[in-house]
């Protein structure tokens, strides 16, 4: 047996050793781009996941730089293009920079992670010390991706299975809750409404009704996010509306929570068309971001809905110029149960939001800068 057929059964033994004694995914990256620095005597490995439309490194060995925030587009560079194409790269021997790739290491291989076909990120090897890449080298390139994508894999579906626990548990109690609220709602909806034949001819009083009523939609909205959230399969019911009827509606009750504050609201769209879509719950969807712009505004400021339609997508921008939302936590705002400077936030408007936006099909999105303003994105398609 050569010296290389043993380093390829040591690594083998040794990867399979820490895949089942480590747990913690970060420290498991770590010690197989350790590990494949150390055996395939290169200068630096990193294991970049896709994130967005962007890789971001989540584990590094010998790299000389703090790649916390390093990103690259995919499709860009190197790696950026074989998290696109899914295809290994592997380049020996560089004099000159290849223009390609705009990369400039002698020796470099990067090598797509997959989960079933998807590519989910990659392993970059870089620079073999005084040597370049041979057979035996790029079979433990590619087993040691395979072994970051089955560890990565494993760690999701175990945080998924966690989460689900977590959900069930937390879904019994709060829908027992919710139904009977729900069920009380719309006692007191029925007598409102009762009201509002008694005092026909007075519109003052007709003005708080309709307040009531507005409030009273939301309490509603709030319970049926709870009940839709613990069961976790959105049931729809699709009925053609009006995208004017849609907004129509919206800036109803905008204008409605918003009677107090200096907060002006503006409504933009290029056309009208005919959606698809549970109008309450699309509806919902706007009055959870139209809450959280209106709570971050602080009674003074701008909430802007933009819609743009093609002939594929509608696309509805709800824009605020309020504190913004601090970089770390913009990944985590569609998280159930994230909350960040609320009181009272119990952190289920945006999740609610995402399952709603997903069961149509439809994307949810979000861009900030604090200070400066918050964007949701929304595409629906049509
Ligand atoms: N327009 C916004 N401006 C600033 N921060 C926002 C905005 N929208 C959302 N956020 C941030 O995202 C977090 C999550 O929002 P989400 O609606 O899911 O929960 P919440 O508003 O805290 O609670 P809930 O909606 O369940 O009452 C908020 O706590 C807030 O920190
Ligand atoms: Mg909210």
Known sequence: MNSKNKDFLDILVEISEIMNMITDI????????????????????SVMLKEGD???????????????????????GASGKVAQTGEPLIINEINEPNKDFGYQAKSYMCIPLKVKEKVIGVLNITDKIDDYFDENDIKIGKYLSSQCALAIERYNLYEEE???????????????????????????????????IEIEDNPDIKEYTDSI??????????????????????LLKKEKVLLSELLNLITKHANIMLRFTEINFEIYYN?????FIDKEKIFRVFMNLLSNSIEALNEKGLIKLTVEVDDKLAVFEFFDNG??????????IFDPFFTAGKIKGTG????????????????????????????FIIKLPI
């Open 213 to 234: 009523i507005t409030e009273l939609k939301l309490i509603h909205g709030l319970t049926l996010d709870i009940l839709d959230f613990s069961k976790r399969n959105i």
């Open 162 to 196: 966690k989460r689900n626990e977590k959900l069930a548990l937390i879904g019994k109690f709060t829908s027992a809750i919710a139904h009977d609220i729900k069920n009380l709602l719309n006692i007191v909806q029925g007598y409102l409404e009762l009201m509002e």
């Open 26 to 45: 970060d420290s498991l990256l770590k010690r197989i781009v350790e590990l494949a620095k150390e055996y395939l005597q290169v200068q630096r490995v």
């Open 271 to 275: 056309s009208d068309i005919e959606l």
């Open 348 to 375: 289920l408007g945006l999740a609610v939001a995402k399952e709603i936006i997903q069961a149509h099909g439809g994307e949810i999105g979000a861009d900030s800068v604090e200070g400066e303003y918050t964007k």
């Open 54 to 76: 962007c890789l971001k490194i989540v584990a590094g060995a010998g790299l000389n730089f703090d790649y916390k925030d390093f990103k690259v587009k995919i499709g860009d």
């Open 323 to 332: 504190p913004g939302i601090k970089k770390e936590n913009i990944d985590k």
